[in-house]
């Protein structure tokens, strides 16, 4: 368990990060969104160890997060980092060995994440010579070669194709359910609420909405009747409890308490052929969090 | 240290397998041929043709094979051999050395024939062949066995020389050494040290560095990095080294260098070791400003002008080796790294000059590795413009 407790950063007059608190759970998959510069970068930074906090720290498993224990973290910052005129099996190894594996088990696990994420044959081309999707996978693979207990991960799904995106979804799967915590962020919402059990929202150096996509929906997100009635006249809904927000492709959207009194209604307007809650998507709680 | 080892490593392997190291490393090694073979292709004849005729052909040609002429130069002189020919008589022989087919010639073991005189060495060997076989000849005469002649003869060993000045023909030869040391120490270090001022630009330039320094200590990271790229520069500079000591054997200079060359050399290493470590620290230091490549001129712009000044004042002292400048200069680091072994090299200095010298160097490593490490760990997560290296030391 990785807990982020307060964390506070300022550069000069701004402030990056306003006491930043969340908690990643073991084998829980940490979805972190918001704004650009919103201070999701920061954050992750400050939980490598790549920045000291002004104030806050992060714990793990109960205790301050140290470098021993970074060792044995996975990470791939934003702005990718890999050496261009390093043959890329070798250079896989290098950071298993750096994280503390012998050599011979380095190598292996570098050969089979290679495998593992379709570049076994690229194993002896430089860095510099795979395309940009091709050199996030072996990012991936310097994350993940020495079996890390922790991975944070800035910004792991962008600019990868359709397909990459699903291997990289299933390898963090792959590794949340072996119980490590997975941190990572991204712009892309409808995966984030895809595949994570929760979400943090951060905004502004704060962190506006942190919680389960269920939760945050129940929290945050406010949600709506969908309803359409064949033949129902015009301003059918307005005498009724709660307030057209919509019209969704000629079914009304509904904001209400009274489900039940808008049912009645609409089944005195016509014949009812959809009936039902829409759920908020992560992205309107996205939009309604950081307004 | 495990961290510091796996850094040195990479370096080694990655930089070692590089075409531009090995390439570099072949054209310095040929180069250093080529320089020890120069005198050779100079210098004088290394073969005398000297013509005989009429009476005491046989005596004053074995005379004039066996003398050996000792005076030291770098121009090879001193290997010459004399290539003997027999003339059936004078007129044969004169018209030969009109002819130029041969230098000189010596008829009835006591006129010279020349075609307008012949240089200081073949005229020395002549006049000492001559003189032996007249002096065995006239101790012949006073009725003295000619085997205890040779042998009385033989046993008297060449004349001790000193010198009250110096050799002006040895000066020289050490100023050329010196020169070439100066040299040979001014690339190697240039190669290396640029490349971990480059090295550490591309770490932080391709940010590996955030990921490597969540499982490395930033004096390991730059350590290995030093320690790594010493390495390569100390293989180049033993194959240089190597390959200049052997084509000097080779080529027959060796025995023409100043005593004491070979020693130069070995200490040329060790000055070679302070001044990289010196300089592979501050390059390190001021590489980590740095966040782009192309900011990198304006932060290494100042060592390698120091490092010019340095080569420039020892290459240019290296004809005044006892002049103030160059006693005073050769005990500043990081001066002295190359003004001492020039001084060496010229053979101006005791060996606790040496000593001494060495010792304020190295004291001056350590507080280069102890600031190049402070400001290197405060500037290589800094990311973004050029840090100030004010703000690097105090931040």
Request: overall charge negative; hydrophobic content about 50%; glycine content about 10%.
């Amino acid at each position: 368990m990785m807990e982020i407790d307060g964390l506070r950063k300022s550069y000069g007059e701004k402030v990056a990060l306003d006491g930043v608190t969340f908690t990643v759970g073991s084998g829980e998959m940490f979805g972190f969104v918001g704004a650009n510069g919103a201070g999701k970068t920061t954050t992750m930074r400050i939980a490598m160890g790549v920045l000291e906090p002004d104030a806050g720290e992060v714990r793990f498993d109960g205790h301050r997060l140290g470098f021993a224990d970074r060792r044995r973290f996975g990470y791939m910052p934003e702005e990718r980092g890999l050496y261009p005129k390093m043959k890329i099996a070798e250079q896989i190894a290098y950071f298993g060995e750096l994280h503390g594996l012998a050599t011979a088990k380095a190598r292996k696990s570098a050969a089979d994440w290679l495998e593992r994420l379709g570049l076994a044959d690229r194993a002896g081309d430089h860095v510099q010579d795979l395309s940009l999707g091709n050199q996030q996978r072996v990012q991936l693979a310097v994350a993940l070669v020495h079996e890390p207990e922790v991975l944070i991960l800035d910004e792991p799904f962008s600019g990868l194709d359709p397909i990459a995106v699903d291997t990289m979804a299933d390898v963090l799967a792959e590794r949340n359910a072996a119980g490590v915590p997975v941190l990572f962020s991204s712009h892309q919402l409808e995966l984030v609420e895809r595949i994570c059990d929760a979400v943090g929202i951060i905004a502004d150096g704060r962190m506006v909405a942190v919680g389960s996509v269920g939760e945050l929906r129940r929290k945050e997100g406010r949600r709506f009747l969908k309803v359409a009635v064949e033949d129902a006249p015009t301003g059918w809904a307005d005498a009724l409890p709660g307030k057209v927000v919509g019209n969704d492709d000629g079914a009304l959207l509904i904001e209400t308490d009274d489900d039940q009194a808008v049912l009645a209604g609409a089944v005195k307007a016509g014949r009812v052929t959809h009936f039902g809650w829409q759920e908020p998507t992560l992205v309107e709680i996205f939009r309604e969090a950081v307004a | 240290m495990n961290g510091l080892f796996l850094v040195a490593r990479r370096e080694v392997l990655v930089r070692g397998r590089t075409k531009g190291y090995l390439i570099s490393m072949l054209i310095s090694a040929a180069a250093v041929v080529v320089l020890a073979f120069l005198p050779k292709l100079l210098g004088g004849p290394d073969e005398y043709k000297v013509g005989v005729a009429g009476t005491d052909t046989a005596v004053i040609s074995q005379a004039l094979t066996s003398v050996k002429p000792s005076s030291p130069s770098l121009t090879g002189d001193a290997q010459a051999t004399v290539k003997i020919t027999e003339f059936p008589d004078e007129a044969a022989a004169r018209a030969a050395v009109a002819d130029g087919e041969i230098d000189a010639a010596v008829v009835n073991g006591d006129t010279l024939i020349t075609d307008g005189g012949v240089s200081s060495e073949l005229s020395l060997i002549i006049d000492t062949a001559y003189k032996q076989v007249a002096s065995s000849k006239a101790l012949a005469a006073a009725n003295l066995p000619p085997d205890q002649v040779s042998q009385a003869l033989a046993s008297v060993p060449d004349i001790r020389q000193e010198s009250v000045g110096e050799d002006a023909e040895e000066a020289g030869a050490r100023q050329a050494i010196a020169s070439i040391v100066v040299i040979f120490l001014f690339f190697m270090l240039m190669y290396p040290v640029m490349f971990v001022a480059m090295g550490v630009i591309e770490e932080k330039s391709s940010r590996i560095v955030e990921i490597l320094l969540s499982t490395l200590r930033p004096w390991q990271l730059l350590g290995g990095k030093i320690i790594g790229l010493g390495i390569l520069g100390l293989i180049n500079v033993l194959v240089i080294a190597a390959a200049g000591l052997a084509a000097a054997s080779a080529s027959g200079v060796m025995p023409d260098l100043p005593p004491g060359t070979i020693s130069t050399v070995v200490a040329t290493l060790g000055w070679w070791m302070l001044g990289y470590a010196f300089f592979a620290a501050l390059a390190g230091a001021l590489g980590s400003l740095v966040s782009r490549q192309e900011d990198s001129n304006s932060t290494i712009t100042p060592l390698t002008m120091l490092m010019i000044a340095c080569y420039l004042v020892a290459l240019f002292t290296a004809g005044t080796p006892k002049s103030t400048l160059a006693v005073t200069l050769s005990y500043v680091p990081p001066f002295s790294a190359m003004m001492m072994p020039m001084r060496s090299a010229t053979g101006s200095v005791e060996w606790w000059e040496q000593v001494l010298s060495a010792l304020i160097l190295a004291a001056a490593v350590v507080g280069a590795l102890a600031l190049g490490a402070r400001i290197y760990r405060r500037a290589v997560w800094r990311m973004g413009s050029r840090v100030k290296l004010m703000e690097a030391l105090k931040g």
